[in-house]
């Protein structure tokens, strides 16, 4: 419940602070005395958006503070908790909105998003405007205050969220089976690609080891010649070979007797000049004895070689590349066959989304066709109450009869009147006159509101275009509903504040360089004198009185 509305320079207001109590609180007011503005300045503490015209001129911001009692609303001091918001005590929503446009809010003292403040503002108040039986002539409105009448809004929403999953899902699902047949061709090239590489079986280093015996086989008879060159010069050559002159060089040195030291040192050094010159004549000796020029094997290799070649050419890649385009193309057949996998995955997706949606949109289906009764007899009631004798009024539900899972459920909700007896029921909006539509809002207004968890509701000015005796039936209803909790009404109507159990008078306070908006909280007398003005214009008169007291009193005993 709200306790307590705080406003600094907001719009005409300066200052106020209004103190609100349970039951019936009505405020009145001359036109453009700022009977909204309290409302409006109390919607910016439930999220609404703001800029920086609202900010009082002169004053650097704007300041707005509510505070409520939760202990009727456990599920506003669970959402509190959940958050660490300390839900222990009083909640007191803030709201900051500078000259510059910036804007700020706080619960409980802790900065946060306007969402929040919107999300906690829906379980706090339910504010009914004037305007709000424009939106009665669309069917989205009537779809959602059903589901409200029947408590459905949870359940509603789950609806919603298993039609957009199935709906996401499938979407994915027609973009991987589209790209099905385009998939399947290049899984096929792939698998051929890759059978060509695992056929050719390219062993690690074998194409560095195929190039350089390929150049060796090639190179065969200028190796030889040189390999025999090179032996006969150290070795084989009759008129002279490194190794005989080595030898007889050794041979010379070592037969000097007590030789100087040089001289040994230049003997070891021949004696290991000889051995390298042996070994070298060996290894060239077994090299030609092993190296086999046989023209088959050259063309073995450049057969090997050429296939190679041909492969890389093909991927349009350097032949050292081979083996890593192998690895390439596995590793983009597990890619598409992960794809495959993830088809059979969202089809199993889709159709457990497809079951749940089944399974709640069900359930929401009854409860609508249950509380679609109900509420259209309790509407039908009020409307006949509300001077409309005689008025018939029924919800249809129409199967939607599509193979798509609507996002609001299996069917359309309308509401159909017939405003006079004897005419058939039609769509609101083709009967309905603007009397007509104010009434049947307010009747649903108040009928809804009447299962509503929220314990304060707002009517602001929802009696346009009502009077007379309906005005008095209107007064009662709205206090009716005080009775069960907190309700505050803006009203022009005398009979509807007559009803109230509180009265709060709205008027401007003219100074000698400003005006500015104050409110007053009226005593017995006062009510009775402002409930006279309402009926009788600026003079009161004894009559006038009279009639007002009458009306307040007979209110009271009601």
Known sequence: ??????????????????????????????TGAGKSIMLDALGLTLGDRADSGVVRPGAD????????????????????????????GPCILRRVITAEGRSRGYINGTPCPLGDLKALGELLIDIHSQHEHQSLLKTDTHRRLLDEYAGATDLARQVQLAAHKWRQTRQELDRLSNSGDEQRARHQLLSYQLEELENLNLGENELELLEQEHKNLTNAEALFGICRQVIDHCSENDSGNVLSALTASLNRLTAVHNAPRALGE?????????????EAVGELNRFLDHFDADPARLQQLEERLDTIYTLARKHRIH????????????????????????????????????????????????????AATGLAAAVEVEIQRLGMPGGRFTIELRPLGTDDLAPHGLEQVELLVSANPGQPLKPLAKVASGGELSRISLAIQVITAQTSRVPTLVFDEVDVGIGGPTAEIVGQLLRRLGERGQVLTVTHLPQVAAQGHHHLFVHKVRGSD??????????????????????????????????????VVTARCG
């Open 1 to 30: 419940m709200l306790v307590h509305l705080s406003v600094h320079n907001y719009a005409i207001v300066e200052h106020l602070d209004l103190e609100l109590a349970r039951g019936m609180s009505v405020i009145t007011g001359e």
């Open 61 to 88: 911001k704007a300041d707005i503070l509510a505070t409520f009692d939760l202990v009727d609303i456990p599920e506003a001091r669970t959402w509190l908790n959940e958050r660490d918001l300390d839900g222990s």
């Open 514 to 551: 400003e005006t500015r908006t104050a409110v007053a909280s009226l005593n017995k007398g006062e009510r009775v004198e402002e409930v006279a003005r309402m009926l009788g214009g600026i003079d009161l008169t004894k009559e006038s009185l009279a009639h007002a007291k009458k009306m």
């Open 319 to 370: 032949p050292t590349e081979v083996a890593a385009l192998q690895q390439k193309l596995l590793d983009e057949i597990e890619t598409l066959n992960a794809n495959d996998e993830s088809i059979e995955r969202l089809g199993d997706e889709v159709a457990a989304y497809a079951r749940h949606y089944q399974e709640k949109a069900q359930e929401l289906s009854r409860l609508r066709q249950h």
């Open 266 to 278: 230049a003997a070891s050094m021949l004696s290991s000049a000889q051995i390298q010159v042996e």
